[in-house]
């Protein structure tokens, strides 16, 4: 198997983010700075050591937080793996969040929609399509090779997560509305942010941007 094939993707690391409780313990590890250890934290967040440790496993293997072992406990911290500039990208998204003044206690349900709309690789294909240029319905779906029922689904998940609008029957992508959108989609359109500056601007969260 080739090293890249054991990457972490991002819709793959979308899909491993968009579950309420391992955002949860991904703020916890945040705030405790390293300094908590799994029976610690999973007390907090009333879990069991098990389900815990299951949780904070899959957020390690994304590269997003770091783990040291002191006999027999076993710690998790902010560190990020530093060959994945990607998770890099997303934990600072997500502390810009963490530190957010008066967080909303269901601060996870609308970070949800938005690490759904990532967890699939056919919506990420979407977006990528639309970052050449505003499409139709037909034009998306034959230049994507999505199905059309399959495609009007995953364009409902991208509209109802504000990622993309559609007018006068044309869909393109909306200027994120905060950091984590900002991410995801820096992430996704690599070859925007490289090979088009003059598009890039869209990716950038303006002066009302929320953390």
């Known amino acids: 198997m080739k090293?890249?094939?054991?990457?972490?993707?991002?819709?793959?690391?979308?899909?491993?983010?968009a579950n309420k409780n391992r955002l949860l313990f991904f703020r916890a590890v945040w705030l405790s700075k390293g300094k908590k250890g799994v029976s610690e934290l999973a007390k907090d967040l009333g879990l069991s050591i098990s389900t815990a440790s299951v949780y904070l496993r899959a957020l390690?293997?994304?590269?997003?937080?770091?783990?040291?072992?002191?006999?027999?406990?076993?710690?998790?911290?902010?560190?990020?793996?530093?060959?994945?500039?990607?998770?890099?990208l997303i934990q600072a998204a997500f502390a810009k969040?963490?530190?957010?003044?008066?967080?909303?206690?269901?601060?996870?349900a609308d970070l949800i929609h938005t690490l759904h709309a990532y967890s699939h690789l056919r919506r990420i294909a979407i977006l990528q399509c639309l970052a050449e240029a505003h499409r139709g319905f037909t034009d998306l779906s034959?230049?994507?090779?999505?199905?059309?029922?399959?495609?009007?689904?995953h364009l409902r998940v991208l509209s109802r997560a504000q990622i993309i609008s559609c007018e006068k029957n044309l869909?393109?992508?909306?200027?994120?509305?905060?950091?984590?959108?900002?991410?995801?989609?820096?992430?996704?359109?690599?070859?925007?942010v490289k090979h088009r500056p003059e598009l890039s601007h869209f990716m950038k969260c303006d002066s009302s941007c929320k953390g």
């Open 60 to 88: 390690n293997a994304r590269g997003l937080i770091s783990v040291r072992r002191i006999m027999s406990h076993v710690y998790y911290g902010n560190g990020t793996d530093r060959s994945l500039p990607e998770a890099q």
């Open 171 to 192: 869909y393109s992508i909306l200027k994120p509305r905060d950091a984590l959108q900002s991410a995801f989609l820096k992430i996704a359109l690599p070859h925007v």
């Open 3 to 17: 090293k890249d094939e054991l990457r972490p993707t991002l819709w793959r690391t979308a899909r491993a983010l």
């Open 142 to 153: 034959s230049y994507t090779g999505i199905p059309e029922m399959s495609l009007a689904r």
């Open 97 to 108: 969040i963490f530190s957010r003044k008066n967080l909303p206690d269901d601060w996870p």
